[in-house]
T-cell receptor, first 115, second 116 residues
Framework: EPEVTQTPSHQVTQMGQEVILRCVPI?????FYWYRQILGQKVEFLVS????????KSEIFDDQFSVERPDGSNFTLKIRSTKLEDSAMYFC?????????????FGPGTRLTVL | AQSVTQLDSHVSVSEGTPVLLRCNYS??????LFWYVQHPNKGLQLLLK??????LVKGINGFEAEFKKSETSFHLTKPSAHMSDAAEYFC??????????????FGAGTRLAVHP
C-alpha cells in the first residue's frame, strides 16, 4: 500500500539554524500539506500546496517558513532561522484531488527539537 | 468557524468491552468529518470519514461513527475493544471554502487505553 514517507524521523538543531524537512508524498497525488503538533497541543495546519504554488497557509506560516517541490517526488518544508518555539512534530500529508470527499494521507512525522 | 471538541482526553476500557470516543463539532455548513488514529511512532491513519452520504459510517478495524446533526456529534464506537486499539484518536473537520477548504482542523485527541 502506498504511503507518505518523511525524513529524518528526528532532527535536532541549534536556535537560528536553518532546517529542511523532507517528505515523499504518494506518487499520483496532486495536493500536499504540512501540519505541526507542538507537544501537548493540537495538530495545526501550516500550508497546502498545489500546482507548484501555495494554495492556503495559516497565520503560523510566516516568512521564516517556505515549501518547495524540488523534483517530481519530494516536498520540503524549510525553516530559515529556527526558534525554540518551532520545536514540534511536523507531519506531511498528500491527497489525490482536493474537494469535500478527498482524504489526506499522513506521514509518520519528523520530530524537530530546537536547542 | 469550523471546530471540533473531543470530550475526553483519556478513555480506559477493558479488552472485549465497547469503546465510545466522543466528538462534537461546530460548523456553519454541512461538514466533512473524519476520525484519524495515531499509534506510537506511526503516522496519522484515517479510520473513517463522513461526507454527507450515510449518517452511519463504517471504518477500518471494526470502528464506526454516527453523524447526528441535531446533536452536532460524531462519536466513534467499536463493539469490542482489542489490545491493538490502544492509541490516540483525533476527530477532525474540514475547513470551508471561505476559510481554508483543504485544511483539516483537529480536535485535541483522546488517548485510548485497553486493559487485559
Amino acid at each position: 500500500e502506498p504511503e507518505v514517507t518523511q525524513t529524518p524521523s528526528h532532527q535536532v538543531t541549534q536556535m537560528g539554524q536553518e532546517v529542511i524537512l523532507r517528505c515523499v508524498p504518494i506518487s499520483n497525488h496532486l495536493y500536499f500539506y504540512w501540519y505541526r503538533q507542538i507537544l501537548g497541543q493540537k495538530v495545526e495546519f501550516l500550508v497546502s500546496f498545489y500546482n507548484n504554488e501555495i494554495s492556503e497557509k495559516s497565520e503560523i506560516f510566516d516568512d521564516q517558513f517556505s515549501v518547495e517541490r524540488p523534483d517530481g517526488s519530494n516536498f520540503t518544508l524549510k525553516i530559515r532561522s529556527t526558534k525554540l518555539e518551532d520545536s514540534a512534530m511536523y507531519f506531511c500529508a498528500s491527497s489525490a484531488e482536493g474537494g469535500s470527499t478527498d482524504t489526506q494521507y499522513f506521514g509518520p512525522g519528523t520530530r524537530l527539537t530546537v536547542l | 468557524a469550523q471546530s471540533v471538541t473531543q470530550l475526553d482526553s483519556h478513555v480506559s476500557v477493558s479488552e472485549g468491552t465497547p469503546v465510545l470516543l466522543r466528538c462534537n463539532y461546530s460548523s456553519s455548513y454541512s461538514p466533512s468529518l473524519f476520525w484519524y488514529v495515531q499509534h506510537p511512532n506511526k503516522g496519522l491513519q484515517l479510520l473513517l470519514k463522513y461526507t454527507s452520504a450515510a449518517t452511519l459510517v463504517k471504518g477500518i478495524n471494526g470502528f464506526e461513527a454516527e453523524f447526528k446533526k441535531s446533536e452536532t456529534s460524531f462519536h466513534l464506537t467499536k463493539p469490542s475493544a482489542h489490545m491493538s486499539d490502544a492509541a490516540e484518536y483525533f476527530c477532525v473537520v474540514r475547513g470551508v471554502l471561505s476559510g481554508g477548504y483543504n485544511k483539516l482542523i483537529f480536535g485535541a485527541g483522546t488517548r485510548l487505553a485497553v486493559h487485559p
